[in-house]
C-alpha cells in the first residue's frame, strides 16, 4: 500500500525562454507507515516536489495521489478540505499560533475541524513527545526544540494519511533537531504514521527508513536504512 504516489511529475515555472523546469518527470511512490527523507542539492526541485505532492501547488503535468485519491484532479476547494482532513503538515519555522497555549496549539486542528480529540492518542503523543509539564505553557516560553515538538504533535493529532515535514531540523540546535527527528521516528513506530521529509542533513535523513535523491528536477537514486555517512 502506498500512502502516496506521483507519476510523471513535471514542474515548469513560467514560460518561454523564462521557463525553469523545476521538476522533469518524477516517478515516486511513499509507502504507508514508512519515514521517507528527500534529499538533494539545492535548486534541485526538493520544494517544489514536496509543493506538488501535497497540493500545495498544482503539476504541469502527471497525477498526484493521496491514496486512492488523485489530488491533481481536484478543485481548489476540494484541495482545502483533502489537505486540512488527511494530510499533516510541520515546516521549518514551527508556525505555531503565540497566544494560545502547547495544548491548544495541539488541539487546533481537531476544533477547526469540529472534531473530539482521541484522549487515548492525545495521552500517547504527549507523553511520547515529553511535553506533558509544558501543555499550558506559551511558544515564547518554550524552547526551539518543544516549538518543534509541538508542532509535530499537532500534526499527529489528527492522525494524517501522511505528514509532509519541510526541514523540521533547519532551525535547531543538533540536540533539539536530535529530539525531534527521535520523535518522528517513534511515531512512524509506534502509530504507523507515515512522513515524508525534506532535508539537506545527512543526520535528519539517517533517521528515515529510505531517502530518494533529486537532482535537477529528477530522481537519480534511493537508499534503504541510510546511515549519516552513507547518505553524505
Ligand atoms: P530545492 O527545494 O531543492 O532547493 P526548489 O524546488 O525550491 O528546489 O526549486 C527548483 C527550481 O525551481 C529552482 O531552479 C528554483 O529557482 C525554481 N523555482 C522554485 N520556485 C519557483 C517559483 N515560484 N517561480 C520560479 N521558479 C521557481
Ligand atoms: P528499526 O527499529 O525499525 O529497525 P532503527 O531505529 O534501528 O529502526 O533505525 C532505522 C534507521 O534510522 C537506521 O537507518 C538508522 O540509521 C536511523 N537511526 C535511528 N536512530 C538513530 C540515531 N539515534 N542516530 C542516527 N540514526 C538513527
Known amino acids: ?38 534529499m538533494g542539492p539545492s535548486g534541485s526541485g526538493k520544494s ?64 477547526i475541524a469540529g472534531r473530539q480529540p482521541d484522549r487515548e492518542l492525545f495521552d500517547l503523543v504527549i507523553d511520547t513527545v515529553g511535553l506533558r509539564e509544558r501543555l ?14 509541538v508542532a509535530v504533535a499537532r500534526a499527529l493529532i489528527t492522525k494524517p494519511h501522511v505528514i509532509f515535514a519541510d526541514e523540521p531540523t533547519g532551525n535547531l540546535d543538533s540536540r533539539s533537531g536530535t529530539e525531534v527527528l527521535s520523535f518522528l521516528r517513534t511515531s512512524v513506530r509506534e502509530l504507523g504514521q507515515t512522513i515524508v521529509m525534506v532535508t539537506h542533513d545527512p543526520v535528519a535523513a539517517s533517521y528515515a527508513d529510505r531517502v530518494v535523491f533529486l537532482r535537477d528536477g529528477r530522481l537519480v537514486t534511493e537508499l534503504l536504512r541510510p546511515t549519516p555517512q552513507s547518505v553524505l
Not at 141 to 147: C, D, H, I
Request: proline share 3%; glycine share 10%; aromatic share 6%.
Open 48 to 111: 517544489t516536489l514536496m509543493h506538488c505532492l501535497a497540493g500545495l501547488d498544482t503539476v504541469t503535468e502527471g497525477e498526484v495521489y493521496i491514496g486512492d485519491t488523485e489530488i491533481t484532479r481536484l478543485n481548489d476547494r476540494q484541495l482545502t478540505r483533502l489537505r486540512r482532513e488527511r494530510i499533516g503538515f510541520v515546516f521549518q519555522s514551527f508556525n505555531l499560533l503565540p497566544t494560545l497555549t502547547a495544548e491548544e496549539n495541539i488541539l487546533l486542528p481537531l476544533n
Open 136 to 149: 499550558k505553557h506559551r511558544p515564547s516560553e518554550l524552547s526551539g526544540g518543544q516549538q518543534q515538538r
Open 1 to 38: 500500500r502506498h500512502a502516496v504516489t506521483a507519476r510523471g511529475l513535471v514542474k515548469v515555472y513560467g514560460s518561454g525562454d523564462a521557463a525553469v523546469h523545476a521538476l522533469r518527470g518524477v516517478d515516486v511512490a511513499f509507502a504507508q507507515g514508512r519515514f521517507t527523507a528527500i
